[in-house]
């Protein structure tokens, strides 16, 4: 399928490429050395209109279409994976979730703060037992008169550090398996709720990535978000928009790495000709190109799917699986071009390695993708 991005979608791509190479590529390699996530870009994101991307105009967003916010994924995550999966989560995992789940209160309680950077958000689905089987989840919330009472753990929660608004998959009713779960929205800062030590990670380390305690954390049951018994299938639909999302990040990270071999393979001179005349380098360079265009087709095919208000499950896990391992494999092949310093810290390509292997992981693993795809055709 052919795309033509339209010129709101180009002038997205321009003006956030330009953004992030003047706010977050000076600050992309330290964050990641010292493990620190950027809270000072988070008011410049906002005022990018970066934090309010799938917040309608009404509630002080930008109400862009879900192919734009892909494209704004790229180019964060071209420049800063932690970057991009800061706003991926905050967007496709939160603000989302209550723009399409929430009641008018709560759009207007929660998503201006949102879209203005007051409030970053998080979303809180995987705990100790329940990764990719996340229909066993465990965290309770019990009703008790005009409150929800939660009890239970999550871990790997993106933005966990920081995040203000929080919405939570807990198992609200005695129903089996995921009958019972029903979404939450929890405020940071509510006694019971206790944000742990972040992880320490391989890559994405600017991003902050925390276990999550509720020990008895009363929220109001206003703060249901949804229907009660509709937990898991908002997960679901939470993390088809957001899989789209994460191959986004794929594609960023693997054109960035692109790039860099580009441009050292025209710089570095061995045998006295740049290395980028050797035929070796350009199979390296054009097997790259191809696996970076091929998976963006993908994300634009899923995006657009999503922007048409189609079904687009099938497309997201498609889109997550192939970018997610070209991502690992563009950026192995772009520190090959590199030779030994694209080993070093020198370069950032050996963040760009270190950076992609998550988007195999997280929102649903290779795995769970292939299963996903399977169950499509196999049905
Ligand atoms: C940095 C980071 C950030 C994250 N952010 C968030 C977040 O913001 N919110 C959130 O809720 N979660 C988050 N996660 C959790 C993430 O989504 C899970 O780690 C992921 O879904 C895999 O679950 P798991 O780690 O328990 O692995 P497991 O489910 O234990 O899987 C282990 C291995 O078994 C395989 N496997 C499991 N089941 C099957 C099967 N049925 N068929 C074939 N293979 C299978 C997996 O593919 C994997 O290879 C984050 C994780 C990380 C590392």
Redo the contacts with the bound molecule.
């Keep these: 399928m052919p795309f033509q991005l339209t010129d709101e979608q180009v002038l997205t791509r321009d003006s956030v490429r330009e953004f992030a190479e003047a706010e977050i590529a000076p600050i992309a390699a330290e964050i990641d050395q010292n493990h620190r996530p950027p809270l000072e870009s988070i008011g410049k994101l906002a005022e990018a209109g970066l934090l309010g991307m799938l917040i309608p105009e009404e509630y002080g967003g930008a109400g862009l279409d879900a192919l734009s916010y892909a494209i704004a994924i790229e180019e964060l995550s071209r420049v800063c994976a932690t970057h991009g999966v800061l706003v991926e989560?905050h967007s496709s995992?939160c603000t989302w979730a209550i723009a399409h789940h929430g009641t008018e209160d709560q759009k207007r309680k929660y998503l201006p703060d949102l879209a203005s950077g007051e409030a970053v958000g998080?979303?809180?689905?995987?705990e100790p037992n329940a990764?990719?089987?996340a229909s066993s989840l465990a965290t309770t919330a019990v009703r008790d008169s005009d409150e929800f009472v939660l009890n239970g753990q999550?871990i790997?929660?993106?933005?966990g550090g920081f995040a203000k608004t929080f919405v939570i998959m807990a198992r609200s009713t005695d129903a089996p398996g995921v009958k019972g779960i029903s979404a939450f929205i929890v405020e940071r800062g509510r006694p019971g709720f206790e944000i742990l030590e972040p992880?320490r990670?391989m890559g994405?380390r600017g991003?902050s990535?925390t276990p999550l305690a509720f020990t008895g954390c009363r929220i109001p049951a206003a703060n249901l978000l949804g229907q009660e018994g509709a937990g898991f299938k908002i997960a679901m639909q939470i993390l088809d928009g957001g899989r789209t999302g994460i191959a986004a990040q794929a594609v960023g990270i693997a054109q960035g790495a692109f790039e860099a071999a580009c441009k050292y393979a025209k710089e570095r001179v061995q045998f006295g000709r740049p290395i980028a005349a050797l035929q070796a380098i350009q199979w390296l360079i054009a097997d790259m190109a191809v696996d970076i265009a091929a998976g963006r087709a993908l994300v634009y095919r899923a995006a657009d799917l999503e922007s048409r208000g189609e079904p687009h499950g099938q497309a997201a896990a498609m889109a997550k699986l192939f970018c997610g391992e070209m991502a690992t494999r563009v950026t192995g092949k772009a520190i090959q071009v590199h030779g030994g310093v694209g080993y070093t810290e020198a370069y950032p390509v050996e963040r760009a390695y270190r950076d992609a292997k998550?988007t195999e992981?997280?929102?649903?693993?290779?795995?769970?993708q292939r299963?996903v795809i399977a169950r499509h055709y196999l049905r």
Excluded: P, Q, R, V
């Excluded at 998080?122 to 995987?126: S, Y």
């Excluded at 992981?361 to 769970?368: A, L």
């Design positions: 989560a995992l998080a979303f809180g689905l995987t990764g990719s089987d999550k790997f929660i993106t933005n992880e990670k994405i991003s990535t998550i992981i997280y929102e649903g693993t290779s795995e769970i299963l």
